[in-house]
């Protein structure tokens, strides 16, 4: 075996020619994964020259060198950095002319694949004649692209529809679908599963056998699946996901793409362009032939890279991403502990037994305490009450930690950790790593009245309310936050965490945070009337079949609540939304002030995941920077001068004015 590489400081690629002559080129980048950057692509197209001038070389096996990833795709750091469309273009057209070289090679190609191979990474694989996948579980497959605001770039939107069908293949993009490797099996991704120790013998054995098939060496089209990327709109491996035998026509594909549009509109409000636009690309290509669609794919992906969409969505996959790695890394602390040694107790679930609930709960978590082990931790399940009072008078209060869940609980990925001032790091650890295995994420928040989420959602729903007591109809208000991105309206959401609880939460932070928390009238009547929320079928809304109905009419009577028949304005809209969602930020300001997170991205990432804060804005203090401090605090004036008693605006954001600065950015002259 020879081993050849380029004369670069640092390598991506080596390449091993064996004696039977298939070459194995190794993608192996500095770092734990490989990413494809311009260096990256630089260094490949530098490798294929070699393979096409090199005689010895029959065939070709494309493999990582890494254990747990093929290639991850695109570098997202590299594309942040893009200021112009002219920068991504020429990024773009320059991967797929490289990819192209691969793609037209005569001889041979298997991508033998272990670990990630999303993104670029797939397109990469799509571009050999045969793809070979093992059955690890970390091996993933799939087009993500869509879910951070691009398209796929490097002619995904291409060869992937010509390999399965253009049914399977929008599903796929557009859905942003990740996938093992038996499901792209059976989508005829990839040609063969086998185990990971089989993984180079395999390859290495189908390569030849492709070079022992005449027609495979001189470029025959039919046999080679890229061999139809060069403007064919035949179609001729053309499948759906049920495997129809049929090719579709023109018309079919038409409307085909018709009912996606429709479905895309209908439940993204052209919010996030890079759905729609993902389509277009698969069209073009399939109508007018490859060539149109690579161009129109080059096209939209350097439009939507400098946009504000896909920053705002990247900057929030880097960031659940960072909260991801400190978690596991902080997991792997306790990585032999036994999670049966972590033990939850809901504190405020309790049957009150003796008709206290806080003094029933309150002596079962004196019992749980008390037959704590040294290894065993007891995570305390509350919304309201301060964890550090909670354990003051306990045994073995250092393996004691606080948790809060959020409704409804099986959708909501977000939960808050709260250490007390003397909790251990075991219990820490051992929390967190209790909280990844439910495949939840948890967040570090301070011990402080409504903890974080629970303090700035207060504040989303009373300023609801205050808007709906002052003659502001309720579906208005409903449809111009749902309108803003929100996924429910404020009244719905009171529904959805329970009457309950919201009352508890309310109560809690008005006594503890004073008047600029103020009564939620609504809450307390609907209570009064004996309405619980969404579970129990009646709340502000009437449920039925956990489908949410229309407005109650006896809340709308007992408070004079209106509803309206005509259509909210777009302009009244946005005034309606910016009087709910702006004092959120000032909240969120008092929250980093005090210290309950230590950074704004916390924040964002814990309403984008806790409440659906639409990702399009990049999360509430993204959006805050957008929308401008010094316009902001003008706003919020404005609002607060309609409150009684009138709130002052937090002392920290009255600084980031001061000092011209945003959340994020740095002060300007």
Request: glycine share 6%; net charge negative; hydrophobic share 40%.
């Amino acid at each position: 075996m020879t081993d050849q590489n380029s004369n670069d400081a640092e390598h991506h690629f080596l390449l091993r020619t064996k004696k039977s002559g298939v070459a194995f080129l190794f993608f192996d980048s500095p770092g734990t994964q490989n990413f494809l950057t311009h260096a990256v692509i630089s260094e490949l197209e530098r490798a294929i020259e070699q393979i096409i001038s090199d005689n010895a070389i029959s065939a070709v096996v494309l493999i990582s060198g890494k254990g747990n990833t093929f290639v991850a795709g695109a570098d997202l750091h590299e594309i942040l950095k893009y200021q112009t469309a002219e920068d991504a273009t020429r990024l773009s057209e320059f991967g797929n002319r490289v990819f192209a070289m691969l793609a037209n090679l005569t001889k041979p190609t298997v991508a033998a694949i272990n670990g990630l191979c999303v993104g670029g990474g797939l397109e990469l694989a799509l571009c050999c004649d045969r793809r070979i996948a093992t059955n690890a579980p970390i091996t993933v497959l799939g087009l993500p692209e869509v879910s951070h605001g691009l398209i796929p770039g490097l002619g995904g939107t291409q060869r992937l529809p010509r390999l399965i069908g253009a049914a399977a293949a929008i599903e796929l993009t557009v859905g942003s679908d990740l996938f093992d490797a038996q499901r792209a099996y059976d989508l005829k991704i990839v040609d063969e599963v086998v185990t990971p120790d089989d993984l180079l013998k395999r390859a290495e054995h189908l390569a030849l056998e492709l070079v022992q098939h005449d027609t495979s060496v001189t470029g025959d089209a039919s046999l080679r699946p890229h061999g139809l990327f060069k403007g064919d709109t035949s179609l001729k491996h053309e499948t759906s996901l049920k495997q129809e035998a049929s090719q579709p026509s023109v018309d079919q594909l038409k409307k085909l793409f018709a009912l996606w549009r429709r479905s895309v509109r209908l439940k993204t409000k052209n919010r996030y362009p890079a759905k729609l636009k993902v389509l277009d690309a698969i069209e073009e290509g399939l109508l007018n032939g490859f060539d149109r669609g690579i161009t129109r794919e080059i096209s939209t992906f350097a439009e939507l890279a400098i946009g504000e969409v896909a920053r705002n969505l990247i900057f929030l996959f880097f960031t659940k991403e960072l909260a991801k790695q400190l978690a596991f890394k902080e997991a792997r602390q306790v990585s032999s502990a036994k999670l049966s040694d972590f033990k939850v107790f809901d504190y405020e679930d309790i049957p009150a037994i003796t008709g206290d609930i806080k003094t029933a709960s309150g002596e079962k978590l004196f019992q749980l305490a008390s037959e704590l082990q040294t290894d065993e931790v007891l995570a305390v399940l509350t919304s309201t009450d301060s964890i550090n009072d909670l354990v003051e008078t306990l045994p073995n209060k250092e393996n004691i930690v606080g948790l809060q869940y959020f409704h409804p609980v099986e959708q909501i990925k977000l939960v808050e950790l709260i250490p007390h001032k003397t909790t251990c790091s075991y219990a820490r650890a051992l929390a967190v790593k209790s909280v990844l295995k439910s495949k939840k994420l948890p967040v570090i928040v301070s011990d402080s009245p409504g903890f974080l989420l629970n303090r700035i959602v207060a504040v989303y729903l009373q300023h609801a309310e205050r808007l709906a007591l002052s003659g502001t109809p309720v579906n208005w208000i409903e449809k111009s936050l749902t309108d803003f991105g929100m996924p429910i309206g404020p009244f719905a959401m009171i529904d959805e965490i329970g009457l309950s609880r919201a009352a508890a939460i309310v109560t809690n932070l008005r006594n503890k945070l004073g008047e600029r928390f103020f009564v939620n009238s609504t809450i307390f009547k609907a209570l009064e009337l004996g309405m619980q929320g969404r579970k129990a079928g009646c709340g502000t809304y009437l449920w039925q079949n956990d489908e949410r109905q229309h407005l109650n009419p006896d809340l709308q009577i007992k408070l004079n609540l209106k509803i309206s028949e005509e259509q909210v304005t777009p302009e009244h809209a946005e005034k309606i939304a910016h009087r709910v969602i702006l004092p959120m930020v000032d909240e969120a300001a008092r929250c980093l002030e005090e210290r309950i997170v230590q950074r704004p991205r916390e924040i964002d990432l814990c309403l984008v995941l806790g409440i659906g804060f639409p990702a399009f804005r990049g999360g509430l203090l993204k959006y805050a920077d957008w929308f401008g401090i010094k316009e902001l605090i003008a706003e919020i004036n404005e609002i607060y001068q309609e409150t009684s008693p009138i709130s002052p605006i937090s002392d920290y954001l009255m600084k980031l004015e001061r000092e011209k600065r945003g959340f994020y950015s740095r002060a300007t002259d």
